[in-house]
């Protein structure tokens, strides 16, 4: 049973760079979260789909950041461009819906120089 | 606006001892709340989940939470930790209706010898 899988683990990007983040949720879930995780802020909001419809994003990170589900089995977070403040852990989950639990994966650290 | 509030950053305990988390959320609503835990270096994972009805709620690896509307509180306990306890504790909070999870900051939970 394949849990929620992010690619790439490790990323080092150059300041102004543009870059993918990649996630595949668990097999028929109809809700998909972006999360970005660091010490001081914790998890915050980035992006939440429910069947593929942007349902939320966080107000703060509208200006660089996008998020798309391709279909109901991948999504993809860009950043464009990097700034060294968006070093941090990118978390992606998915969920079946309705509050229920969410299923997370181990996330994309990113390193931007 | 929804917030979750986990006032200690960091809680050192020795093995055997009790252990309380502390959880404030701000909500006008009935929110349902959650604790997730982070291992090292793996995702995140559901420890338990309140809806409704008893206000104290049961999870895995004996964690228990008790939910009080008149505190806005959701407290996480366990009677006797075990080294393998150590990890980070996110409380989470949401407001239903297709709204994404909110959330703390998270606590950092070290068990001593």
């Known amino acids: 049973d394949a849990g929620v899988t992010q690619t790439p683990r490790h990323e080092v990007a150059e300041k102004g760079q543009t870059i993918i983040l990649k996630c595949e949720p668990v097999?028929?879930?109809?809700?998909l979260f972006w999360y970005r995780q660091t010490k001081i802020q914790g998890l915050e909001l980035l992006s939440y789909f429910r069947s593929k419809s942007l349902m939320e994003d966080g107000g703060a990170f509208k200006d660089r950041f996008k998020a798309e589900m391709l279909n109901s089995s991948f999504s993809t977070l860009k950043i464009q461009p990097t700034e060294p403040k968006d070093s941090a852990v990118y978390l992606c989950a998915s969920s079946p819906g309705k509050d229920e639990r969410l299923f997370f994966g181990h996330g994309t650290k990113l390193s931007v120089l | 606006a929804q917030s979750v509030t986990q006032p200690d950053a960091r809680v050192t305990v020795s093995e055997g001892a009790s252990l309380q988390l502390r959880c404030k959320y701000s909500?006008?609503?009935?929110?349902?709340l959650f604790w997730y835990v982070q291992y090292p270096r793996q995702g995140l994972q559901l420890l338990l989940k309140?809806?409704?009805?008893?206000?104290v709620v049961q999870g895995v690896n004996g964690f228990e939470a008790e939910f009080s509307k008149s505190n806005s509180s959701f407290h996480l306990r366990k009677a006797s930790v075990h080294w393998s306890d150590s990890a980070v504790y996110f409380c989470?909070?949401?407001?239903?209706?297709?709204?994404?999870?909110?959330f703390g900051t998270g606590t950092t939970v070290s068990v001593s010898p």
């Open positions: 097999s028929g879930h109809n809700d």
């Open positions: 909500y006008s609503g009935t929110p349902y």
């Open positions: 309140y809806y409704s009805g008893d206000p």
């Open positions: 989470a909070l949401s407001a239903g209706g297709g709204r994404a999870l909110i």
